[in-house]
Every structure is written in C-alpha cells, then in structure tokens.
C-alpha cells in the first residue's frame, strides 16, 4: 500500500524565523536574529511591582517614581539584600525591641521605686531599658559571646538584648572608693613646704605669713629642654617617653595614657592595643604579608554591621569587633546611625593607635586627633575616645574628679546625637562578597557630633 493510498502526506519543512526588522530571511540557512537580554534587577519598588512596569531599582527611589514624584518604597531594606534576609533583619530588629518592652514592663511591675521613675525617664527619652540595676539587668552574668581573642579581661559581660559584649561595667563610672585610685595620686612637681626647697634647689625664703623675698623661677637652670626632661622628678619610664617623643613626627606621638583609671576600661582599651599590636608583629615575623596580617587584624575597613548582626561580629576582624563592643558598652544601642558613626571613630583611632603611620593618622578627623595635653599629660585610656577636643582638655586639667566620676559619661552617650537627616540605609556600602556593611564617603563626612 502507498503512502497516497493510506491518507498520509509528508510534513512540510518549518519556516524561517523572522529577523529583526520583522522580515523573512532570503535565504533559509541565514543566522537567525539575537534577541537583546533584559537587565533584570534583583529588587522592584512596590509601586513598579503593582502597576508592572520595568524598575532600575536605584536607591531611594527609582528613575520611574522619581519622575513621577512618587513614594518609592523596596520591600529589601537595602541593595543586593534578598527578600528573605530584609525579612531576617526585621524579625531580629522586632525581637530586640520586644524584649526591650518586655524588661520596661518587667522593672515597672517588679522594680524599686526607684528604678521605675528611673524606667519612666529613659521611656520618655526613648532609650533602651539598660544599665538600671543588677537585680533587672543581666550585665553582670558572665557572657559566652566574649571576644576572647580582644582582650585577656574576665569580666566581660552581655546584654540581654544584643549578642554585643559590653567590655566594660558603667556602674564602675560612679566616683566610688576605688583601689586604683588610692595609687592615682601623681603629683611629682610640688615643691617640698617643710623644707622650702625648688626643684632647681633654689632656696625660698619667707618673711611673714605669705610674704615671699626671693623668687626665681628657672627650675632647670642652664640645661637644655632635652636634658631638663630628666629633672623633672617623673618615673624613667615616663621621662624616657617624653625624651623620645621630642624627636618624633606628629603622627607618631601617642597620648600619655598613665593614670589608673576604672579597671575594666583600662583592660579593655589597652589590652586590645597591646593585643593588636603583639599579633601583627607575631604574624610578620612568622613570613606572613603584611597587608594580609593587618587585615585579619585591623580590616580594611570599619564593619558596621558587626554591632547587630551576630554572623558579621563573628567572621569580621578583631578590631571592628572589639569597636562594636566599645560603642554599645557606652551607648547601649546598636541599630541606629549614631552607634554606626560611633564605631566608625573608635575604628579609625584605634587603628592608627594599633599601626601609627601618615596615612592612619590622616584618615582620623582633625578634631578627634590627640590634643597636646593629651600627648603630654596623664589621663586614663577613656579620655582619647571623648569626641570633643575642648572637653577633652577639661577633663585632663581635671583629673581628680572627672576622670574619676564618669557618669556624664553614660548620660553623653545616651544623648549624643548626629546631624544625618538621609534614610539610614543609604549611608551603607556592603560588600557583595563578604556582606560586610561600611559608612559611604558622604556619611562619614556629613555627620556632626552634638549633644
């Protein structure tokens, strides 16, 4: 039987695909047109998605309601996040302020008198339940999140609220009898009264009651300034520093930070420089690069996300974690952009305090570098990270009653302030790579500290 007899016919042969300009090909064997790719964006504004039009989604707001003067609104907290970890971060954001509402409620029911017009004031202000009592608070429970590789201190404690370690206690800030203290009397210049004897040797001698006859007020005599270090009555150590500093560059100088201050302070801050510094040279001499060693260690730059996001703090280097920690020890919060800024300063200090050089001592702002009484007079380690330069002298002309009384301290972080008026999401550059989280170029010069 045939095919013609059975009903069949053969297939005819497929078409040419059309070209570009709509057109048929002449001949059948011709490439066929490419069609163009579309640039897809990983997250739509809202308003795009429900009118279904094409989204560049730029930040803060898209080419498309920006025209339009529309209110752009992502459902992504910030660029290259997923939906699922925008939504991450809100939930961890919620739980935090639950909790905080939840210790608020707690120390009103349960709390002294005391403590809850304590709670009704950082209520009207708007600070998180912190720092109130040992009885409602858990800071001094020892913590499992200690930075273990920071400092060698024992006392490291954490919040209840926040994976944060705090490196230090505030209740220590409040002028009590200290044992260190005892020992912080200093005072090498004052002339001996029994005997009426200068430190030149220079002889005083009285008539009546306050009337001096014979003054002269050269203590070094002849000798140079160089040589006149060494009879100022300081310990050697001290005098051999500040011979040194006399033939050093500016950059160089570091503050004179002697005096005992509050114990865990003085182990947080110069444990971790100590820390720092011993790890690097360790790392250099053992034939590792140098720029890889500093960056384990320092980082290239300032993770700001190390002081909310618990994943971040831990894969980060050492010193953006030892700052998360500084800053919420003094601030008690850690997602708003003044603890971001915050951590940002005490990085780029400590930095150039860990590795000195021209360019670490640049990139700190001109009105955070040391002042001259810092380089040359003792202070507690606390004082070089006081924002301020002109409260900083105050403090370091008084050294027996600010820097033993440190509450001010504990009020001026919960009432610092900066003057960024931008979305908080649009001062963040985070890294594809890694997802660490850093301050644009605009935020860290566009931010101003006020009370």
Known sequence: ??????????????????????????????????????????????ICQSKKTKCDGKRPRCSRCTSRSLECVYDALYEGMTKQQSADYEISRLTDALANTNQMIHVLQHGTPEEARAMLALIRQDAPATGLSSRTTSYDSPSSNTISEASSTESVTTSVHSFAPLLFNRDEWRGQANSNHDQADLNYALVSRSTGDNLDGTHYAYGHENELVKQQSSNFGNLPFSSGIYANHYPPDIQQQQHANLYKPLWAIQPLTTLPGTSSVKESVASTIRHATSLIRAGIQAGQPADQVLNQVIGKRCNVAAIFDRDQYNRTSLLSKWAAGFVFSIQHKNRDFVSFASMHLVWTLARWMIDPSPATYEAIPEWLRPTQLQLWTEHVEMLDFVLWPTLRDTIAHNPHTLQRDWRWLAHMGQEIECDWYFPTDVAFEIDPVSGEMYLTEDAKVGHYYGP
């Open 1 to 46: 039987m045939s095919n013609t007899s059975s009903g069949w016919k053969p297939l005819r042969p497929l078409a040419p695909a059309p070209t570009l300009d709509g057109g048929r090909p002449s001949d059948p064997d011709a490439p066929r047109g490419i069609v163009p790719q579309r640039n897809l964006v990983k997250n739509a504004c809202k």
